[in-house]
């Protein structure tokens, strides 16, 4: 995810997209609702409208309430405005009142009061459509015939219609709240996770799921813990190795250290010693002092080789030509030295990521310690293979048991340990005071 996010708009983004996929959501299942809903109206209000009990029921109550307001208010035949002004109130009824044969008022055409019907053809008022039930309707000064037809599905679609609409927007605003509170309840839990982080348990991993911003957040709050966790674990294995170095290096420059002291005062304080033994003495010292340097010159390395700054290293591309020039110089050197080299190459061309002069420091350990310690009796095997996305070098040769065998703290191995792990590769080593074996493990790209 680009670094300008920020400057998108809302609905640019990933979590603005699904907010308006959530609204649609809710949108389209209200409207499912809805049109369900009306399809269930079409059945159950066509059902009743069909029902002649139903119809004959509550027409009979219209025909009683329109009874009622004619008594509560004393109309006469003549003031048929006021009925008129009942049925424009009672909406989705249709009404027509007949004084024997003449019709005083139709609700359904546009017909002046007094029309006498039996002038013309249109014998029934409602065209012809049937037999219609007439009911008797009391006025103040005299009883007329009605008949009345009540639309039903109209004198109730306002209130159907608002009930449709009313849960409709209740299913919009419940998916609508589902949606939108799983995201809520992931920001609480995130926001409950860090609250966790700070408290110092640094061990508690950070819920990541989706892929929007408030997942692109999490993924980064997660990362910034791993990478603190893995600093924190870094720098106390700095210490402790650091700790450990002293420790032994202590011991190991104390003790030439302290037979160079003793020479020394042998050769400033015996006044009767021979010319050999100043030049016996004078060369052991010079041995131990020297001794004393490549200890220092170890510690220097090690230091260099620990540094935690990775943008120092000159890493480049290599193919695996590159590890066998480097040991075929020193092979060759073996050789002139009169040892004898059984190689062995069966690695395949692969890619290295490394820092050239840094490998050159640990292929330069490997064979010191061979040019040091080794039998030249024995053979050394050197042998170079890949698998598993590695490439291993391994070096192993006779340990020659006449050399004198200086006691040391093993920096060279941890510099080469060092330099390997921050290749993400690794440095092992095998000594059975027989034989000693290095392995060069390199991670392919």
């Not at 998108?8 to 609204?23: S, V």
């Not at 009979?60 to 002004?85: A, L």
């Not at 293979?385 to 192993?396: C, G, I, P």
């Amino acid at each position: 995810m680009s670094e300008n996010v920020g400057k998108k708009k809302f609905w640019q983004t990933r979590l603005g997209a699904q907010l308006i996929l959530t609204t649609l959501t809710s949108l389209l299942a209200a409207t499912v609702v809805f049109f369900a809903l009306s399809a269930v109206e079409f059945k159950v209000v066509g059902h009743f409208l069909h029902d002649e009990a139903f119809i004959d029921k509550n027409t009979s109550y219209v025909v009683s309430e329109m009874q009622k307001y004619i008594d509560d208010n004393n109309i006469s035949s003549t003031e048929m405005y006021k009925v008129d002004g009942w049925v424009r109130k009672n909406r989705g009824i249709s009404l027509v009142l007949i004084d024997g044969s003449r019709v005083i008022y139709d609700s359904t055409l546009i017909r002046p009061y007094g029309f006498d019907s039996s002038e013309t053809n249109d014998s029934d008022p409602f065209h012809n459509k049937g037999q219609r039930k007439v009911y008797d309707i009391q006025f103040s000064d005299k009883t007329l015939s009605a008949m009345m037809i009540v639309f039903f599905g109209y004198r109730f679609a306002n209130i159907v219609t608002a009930a449709k609409v009313a849960l409709s927007s209740g299913v919009f605003a419940m998916v609508l709240f589902l949606l939108i509170k799983r995201k809520t309840d992931y920001i609480n839990r995130l926001a409950d996770e860090i609250s966790i982080l700070e408290g110092g348990n640094l061990e508690y991993n950070i819920t990541v799921k989706g892929s929007d911003e408030i997942s692109y957040l999490a993924r980064n709050i997660e990362d910034m813990r791993k990478a603190f966790i893995e600093r924190i674990k870094s720098e106390k294995e700095v210490v402790s190795a650091s700790y450990s170095l002293v420790t032994a290096m202590s011991h190991d420059l104390r003790t030439p250290l302290t037979v160079l002291m003793g020479y020394l005062d042998i050769l400033e304080n015996k006044k009767d010693i021979t010319d050999d033994d100043k030049k016996l003495f004078i060369s052991k010292s010079r041995k131990k002092a020297y001794q004393i340097k490549q200890l220092s010159d170890q510690l220097f390395e090690y230091f260099l080789a620990v540094a935690p700054d990775d943008d120092k290293m000159e890493k480049e591309y290599y193919q695996t030509e590159v590890i066998n020039e480097m040991a075929g110089d020193y092979i060759f050197t073996l050789e002139e030295k009169g040892y004898n080299i059984d190689c062995r190459n069966t690695a395949e061309n692969v890619k290295l990521y490394i820092d050239v002069q840094l490998i050159h420091r640990v292929f330069d350990n490997v064979f010191s310690n061979i040019l040091k310690y080794a039998d030249k009796e024995q053979p050394i095997t050197i042998l170079t293979k890949t698998y598993d996305s590695k490439l291993v070098f391994s070096a192993k040769n006779f340990v020659n048991k006449s050399t004198e065998m200086v006691e040391s703290s093993n920096i060279g191995i941890e510099v080469c340990k060092r330099i390997m792990k921050r290749h993400e590769g690794e440095f092992d080593v095998f000594d059975d005071g027989e034989c000693f074996e290095a392995n060069i493990i390199f991670k392919t790209e």
